[in-house]
């Protein structure tokens, strides 16, 4: 087969209930384009059986090629295969439980053959809970206000890549992966358009609120150090406030010969330091932990079965 003009990624996590549903869906949409495809399904260590479902896709189509990770290594990972296996000049990527609706992927390549490297679908929150929605508004305001990279809310992972972006994506060399800090951090034109939300079609979301907070912290510390700075400036303005305080007391004693009845200041000053102290070793054990984690340079997953032998991908790729 020639090199296929799209290929889409779909990580898969126990979607055993949709995948049919999904691939049937999907390849309904993309025939009529006349576009040449491929589909990459890659499963993240599923529990249900999805490996022996993408098994049959495969078996019944030239189009379909997959890959089985070991065991569970998140999304991000998933994703990374999907693109390291893609051979198309274009690449999309999309989840597998129909959120993301196949249907809008002729619009994006439409709009990637007007010129755009990137093409975000973005979804309204139409339909979701109103906490969800807005610890997810609250939390990317916090991004923006950290971040050196712009991250849009409710863009998810559903976009189309041109092959230079995809290169360029998977060129990045770190270990920590926050997709949608990498995808924004590599530039290149991007267009976008906003999609209605659409419900689960089976099975449950696997993102409960820890690993949301977990998300929400990996986004905040992989891409610069600000949080570090944060600690400095609260220190250096501490500091400040006690020399300042310390001046006060001596004063008042020299001038009026007040004798300092000191327990519940020093209690407060003791344990307000203490925690600030405690805050800040948490955030540089947080860099730490990353340094270590980057040294460590292991592969971001091991694959456990694939039909699609990817060559000069360490990864995992036996
Ligand atoms: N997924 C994955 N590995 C995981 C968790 C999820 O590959 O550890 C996949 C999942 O199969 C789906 C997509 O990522 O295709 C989005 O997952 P989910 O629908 O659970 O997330 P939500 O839509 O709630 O954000
Ligand atoms: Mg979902």
């Known amino acids: 087969m020639p090199h296929p003009q799209l290929t889409v990624v779909v990580p898969c996590f126990d979607e055993s209930e949709v995948i049919d549903a999904f691939h049937a869906a999907l390849v309904a949409a993309l025939e009529p384009t006349g576009t040449r495809f491929e589909i990459c399904y890659v499963d993240d260590g599923s529990g249900d059986g999805t490996a022996d479902r993408l098994r049959a896709l495969a078996a019944g189509s030239p189009r379909v090629r997959y890959t089985s990770f070991s065991r569970n290594f998140g999304k991000e990972a998933a994703l990374l295969a999907g693109m390291r296996m893609a051979r198309g000049e274009a690449v999309v990527l999309m989840d597998a439980d129909l959120q993301h609706p196949p249907e809008l992927v002729p619009r994006m390549l439409e709009l990637h053959r007007n ?8 979804r309204d929150r139409a339909g979701e809970g109103a906490l969800r929605t807005a610890v997810s508004r609250a939390y990317y305001r916090l991004v923006r206000h950290f971040m050196d990279v712009e991250v849009t809310d409710g863009e998810g992972d559903f976009r189309l890549l041109s092959r230079r972006a995809v290169d360029a994506v998977l060129s990045l060399p770190e270990s920590n992966r926050f997709s949608k800090g990498l995808f924004s951090w590599i530039g290149f034109p991007t267009a976008g358009f906003a999609y209605r939300n659409a419900e689960r079609a089976a099975g449950g979301s696997k993102w409960g609120g820890r690993r949301l907070v977990d998300y929400g912290i990996d986004g905040l510390l992989s891409f610069n150090t600000r949080p570090l700075r944060l600690a400095i400036h609260t220190g250096l303005w501490l500091f400040l406030s ?3 305080y310390a001046g006060w007391i001596v004063v008042n004693t020299v001038v009026d010969g007040v004798d300092t009845p000191g327990y519940a200041t020093l209690i407060t000053a003791v344990v307000g330091l203490g925690g600030v102290q405690l805050a800040t070793l948490g955030v540089i054990g947080e860099y730490v932990g990353r340094i270590y984690h980057e040294a460590k340079r292991r592969p971001h997953y091991v694959v456990a079965e ?3 032998p990817a060559p000069g991908h360490p990864d995992g790729v036996p």
């Open 242 to 244: 006690a020399l300042g």
């Open 115 to 122: 010129g755009y490297d990137q093409v975000v679908a973005r």
């Open 306 to 308: 694939t039909d699609a």
